[in-house]
């Protein structure tokens, strides 16, 4: 991304700001608030598809990392984080999940349907969406 690193950092991070600036995201409902840490409520859709999941996130600013531990829905137990490193040209972010299903009934299919049609797409879509809103803000000329 073309941004400042800070500037991608805090946008992801901000929960209030997802369902303005990205459109798949139904909603973010907060259960606990906090400046470092949140429980919530995330809504989405994929495809048309509405999904939701509740979810811890913790917000590290001496690492600038953004981590969230899924509490409850499919991905229970998932962890995922959100990296931030400069690079030639900007900053590259990442996102990495690393979930254990639950169930042992056929993992390779719950991969392709949980991982890749609902947890990639999400993600791929939310760094997309993402990208486009903080380089815009960061080329708008200030008066």
Do not use: C
Not at 23 to 28: C, D, K, Q, W
Not at 82 to 90: L, N
Request: proline letters at 5%.
């Amino acid at each position: 991304m073309r941004a400042p690193k800070i500037s991608i950092f805090e946008t992801a991070a901000n929960l209030d700001l997802w369902p303005e600036i990205l459109p798949h995201y139904r909603y973010i409902r907060f259960l606990e608030r906090s400046p470092n840490r949140n429980v919530v409520v995330m809504a989405a859709r994929r495809s048309g598809i509405p999904i939701s999941w509740t979810s811890e996130q913790i917000i590290d600013r001496e690492r600038l990392e953004v981590r969230f531990h899924h509490l409850k829905a499919f991905t229970k137990g998932m962890r995922v984080i959100w990296t931030f490193q400069d690079a030639p040209g900007g900053v590259l972010v990442e996102i990495e999940h690393d979930l254990a299903f639950r169930v042992n009934f056929m993992p390779s299919i719950a991969d392709k349907i949980i991982g890749d049609f609902f947890i990639h797409h999400i993600a791929n879509k939310t760094l997309r969406d993402m990208k486009a809103y903080v380089e815009a803000k960061a080329n708008k000329v200030t008066a």
